[in-house]
């Protein structure tokens, strides 16, 4: 067993903080990696030491993998946590971090590099009995014949990237005519966002649920699943709501899910935090779409319905521990809703925002987390995904959670930058989100800017009405009267709406 004394967190904002805080907790010393357009963020400040790696690009900083093994060893530190994105799921960067003598906190290169292929992981999940959108196996090689299957399988179907996510390299084809265009752009854009241009052909579930499985292993064999997250609610293809546990499956599909998740793990020999993604389709009928090789950003779901904290639990498995949890340990308690603060317009297509937090207060109170890397002052920069933060709540139940979301929403208050904040309560209060009856398809079924913008403006007017009567009462200086709207603080995208007015 090894010990880690010293861990250098090869990432930036809040998973950075949310890593340095457990580390803290278990007595750990921690190091900050920052380019200079985040030299002034609270994660550099957290750190035990913190050390500048290069200029605001992320090429040129957060993915040195060089520098950072440099920084690693002149500071005699012990292990790497990766976080997510950047060189989370980078293969050789794990495999220099593990030949440098350093310990990388996640799983080994060669899982990473199976898992980081869709058709090598589908390949490696078929040792077992998991089910899988009917497609083809390897990379299209032949277009005639990748038609034949098409027809086949029948149409529509989606052409997918064999490397990468986010949606890119992935396009719909609803019929054959379409095919050559749709996949060469699929092609295209997978060579230019991934470097690989192998793309697969799957059916395509028009109306499908986007339905995940956390899971843990260890490093003698031993791997357990934490139950589902709900992400069904995204834009572009990426996520921006998340729940757990899901209300869309029953116990029996949920315990199926399970056992396919740790399979999927076994298959390459998985160790560490991961997520095994599903789809599940409007009869109910699961399917393996892929395996997320690190700490998920809608992990705080399920720390709040298990009470485990993952970070805790890598960090343990990374130096070598057996589990000390088992599947028998663990069972889901209350409910959690996470949305994704990002500095975007959805009125605008949800184009990102930049710009400085000229107001930035967060929201507090029973069973609210928030999960954040800046402060009131500091500049979104334009380099980087554009998540301002994660807001969490949880509640006994669904209703009360969503209860609890709406409220914490309220009281957030950012001014500066537009945030998917007004998005999010849209969707909490939309009757399909609170009935369950929703699928990925929402954003493009339920929702138009038009029906935002009016809101906000509503909002907005009614606000004007509030203030004009505070004005008015205070003329009367003689009542020594507090009126209530006094005290009353408008959330900032309200403000935002009214001077737009």
């Known amino acids: 067993m090894r010990s880690i004394q010293k861990i250098l967190v090869a990432n930036r904002g809040e998973i950075a903080l949310r890593i340095m805080r457990t580390a803290r907790e278990m007595n750990i010393a921690t190091v900050a990696v920052f380019s200079e357009a985040d030299r002034k963020s609270p994660h550099v400040r957290y750190a ?6 290069g ?10 993998g060089d520098k950072i093994i440099q920084v690693c060893k002149d500071l005699h530190v012990d292990a790497i946590h990766p976080g997510y994105g950047f060189l989370s799921e980078n293969a050789a960067f794990a495999k220099m971090v593990q030949e440098a003598g350093i310990i990388f906190i996640g799983p080994s290169p060669e899982a990473i590099e199976i898992m980081g292929s869709k058709l090598a992981a589908k390949q490696a999940a078929g040792q077992y009995n998991i089910p899988m959108v009917p497609g083809t196996e390897t990379a299209i090689t032949d277009r005639k014949d990748a038609k034949t299957r098409a027809s086949e399988i029948g149409y529509p179907i989606l052409i997918k990237a064999s490397a990468g996510g986010g949606g890119k390299g992935m396009r719909v084809v609803d019929n054959e005519a379409d095919f050559d265009e749709q996949m060469d752009r699929a092609v295209s854009e997978a060579q230019t966002s991934f470097g690989d241009g192998s793309v697969f052909i799957e059916k395509y579930i028009t109306s499908p649920k986007h339905i995940e499985i956390q899971i843990l292993g260890d490093q003698h064999g031993n ?6 997250r709900e992400c069904s609610i995204q834009r572009r293809h990426q996520k921006v709501i998340e729940e757990a546990p899901s209300i869309s499956i029953t116990n029996e599909t949920r315990a199926e899910m399970g056992r396919c998740a740790i ?3 076994k298959s390459c020999g998985y160790y560490g935090a991961g997520t095994v993604e599903f789809i599940l389709d409007e009869q109910g009928n699961f399917y393996f779409l892929e395996m997320n090789t690190r700490l998920q950003v809608e992990h705080p779901v399920t720390e709040q319905i298990t009470g485990v904290d993952l970070v805790k639990q890598m960090i343990f498995i990374a130096e070598e521990r057996p589990l000390t949890l088992k599947q ?4 889901i ?3 959690a809703i996470e949305v994704r603060v990002y500095a975007e317009d959805a009125a605008n297509n949800f184009l990102p925002d930049v710009g400085k937090l000229h107001t930035y207060i967060k929201p507090d109170g029973n ?31 669904r209703e009360e959670t969503i209860q609890k979301m709406t409220r914490a929403i309220d009281e957030y208050q950012i001014s500066g930058v537009q945030t998917t904040l007004p998005f999010c309560k849209f969707v909490m209060t939309h009757p399909a989100f609170v009935s369950g009856e929703f699928d990925t398809n929402f954003v493009s ?27 008015l009462r205070k003329t009367d200086q003689g009542t020594g009267i507090v009126t209530a709207c006094e005290n009353k603080k408008p959330s900032s995208w309200k403000l935002r709406s009214l001077r737009n007015l």
């Open 263 to 265: 399979d999927v793990a």
């Open 55 to 64: 200029p605001a690009p992320s090429s040129d900083s957060y993915l040195r």
């Open 445 to 471: 079924t339920h929702f138009q800017s038009e029906m935002l913008i009016g809101e906000i403006k509503e909002d907005a007017l009614k606000l004007a009405a509030i203030m004009s009567a505070h004005l």
């Open 328 to 331: 028998s340990d663990l069972s």
């Open 48 to 53: 035990d030491e913190a050390v500048c790696i």
């Open 367 to 397: 069973g609210v987390r928030v999960d954040d890397g800046f402060e009131q002052g500091m500049d979104i920069p334009i380099y980087y995904d554009p998540m301002i933060a994660k807001l969490i709540t949880y509640g006994a139940d």
């Open 333 to 335: 308690k209350g409910h």
């Open 223 to 228: 791997v357990i699943h934490l139950f589902e």
